[in-house]
């Protein structure tokens, strides 16, 4: 990737010679060029501002040291995605770092004082892709500590650049949830403790730990995040469910939910004696620590939640729901396919149940490669057994 700033400080981002990203520099990852503003002014005093028209406090900047200095990036016909810095942008998040980081090419124009003369932007916009990018609500004096910043974060996604791309995986703002806590020896310091289940050498259990701790930390210091999801239409199709562990928050919503899930079951087989129907808060509460669960939420709203647990070698999958009028749209076979993937290696297939009068489920269950393999009858309620063996 090459990656050019211009500032009328370039002294500034020397910091990109620097650490992991001079590293990057170095091994031939990255290309940074640095260019100072005034190198495209053309006066004794190389004047880079001038007075506002209308009036105001401030010193606005040129237009035309800025449009030679972006032609000069783009004379070698290779056009940058341009970021100019300004509170009045965009956000920048993680996921904007990561689909900076797949650009070939990227520009940084970084303003001073009141900012830059408006035209120079709607001129770059006319042949180059411009995006004007916030670091955060809050002013800073100029562009360079946000594009110090953007780049940080763009660069360490770059293929190669982090000896230890596992490390990216979990971090804060993967997947939408903040990191778990993490601890290093020693076991025991100033009399507090590292949690047990990290040294208990039980992988699952840490996964799980870990997972609550990421939805717990989020919704505590971040509850936004877990607001952020797209719009119940988006979230309820197959494209982009984000699924997470559920916690014992979720339980109520997951009780509330199953009723009006199971509702239709019981007017199928004309018996509300479904365990789903029959059980009580506590028994929801209980069984989120035997079996995996996981949720999706969409604003917050719980839209669809599966649990799953081994038994032998099976991975038994159930109570797969999703908010009735959010059906039909391909949610219910995300669920049911991210539950299978959760299943441990050493499981030899899935296994289900559901209702013998329960057509939609059975004809669903059918296209994602289920079979029947049993009739039972529960509280004279009859059932079908399904099982899909491991692909
Ligand atoms: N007059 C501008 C306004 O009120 O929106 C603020 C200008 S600020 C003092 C000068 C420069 O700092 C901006 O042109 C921009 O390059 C940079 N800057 C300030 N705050 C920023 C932020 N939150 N994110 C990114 N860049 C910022």
Known sequence: MRIDVVSIFPAYLEPLGM????????????????????????????????????????????????????????????VPHLIVPGPGGALFTQAMAAELARKPRLAFACGRYEGIDERVIDEARSHLPVSVVSLGDYVLNGGEVAALAMIEAIVRLIPGVIGNAASLEEESHTGGLLEYPIYTKPRQWRGREVPSVLLSGDHGAIEHWRREQRHDRTERTRPDLLRMTADPEAAASTDNPRFRAAVQRDAGEIWTMARACWVTEARDHDSFEIP??????????????????????????????VRARRTHDLWDIGRLMVAPDLQGRGLGKALLAYAEQQAPVEVAGFSMFTGGHSVDNLRMYRRAGYEICGRSTYAGIPTVELYKPRS
Do not use: N
């Open 19 to 78: 650490s992991l990203i001079g590293k990057a520099s170095r091994q031939g990852l990255l290309d940074v060029r640095v260019h100072d503003l005034r190198d495209f002014t053309h006066d004794r005093h190389r004047t880079v501002d001038d007075t506002p028209y209308g009036g105001g406090a401030g010193m606005v900047m040129r237009p035309e040291p800025w449009g030679e200095a972006l032609d000069a990036l783009c004379d070698d016909g290779d």
């Open 276 to 305: 789903a129907l029959t059980e009580s808060l506590l028994d929801v509460q209980e069984w989120l620590t035997a079996w995996h669960t996981w949720v999706v939420r969409s604003h917050g709203r719980l839209i669809g939640s």
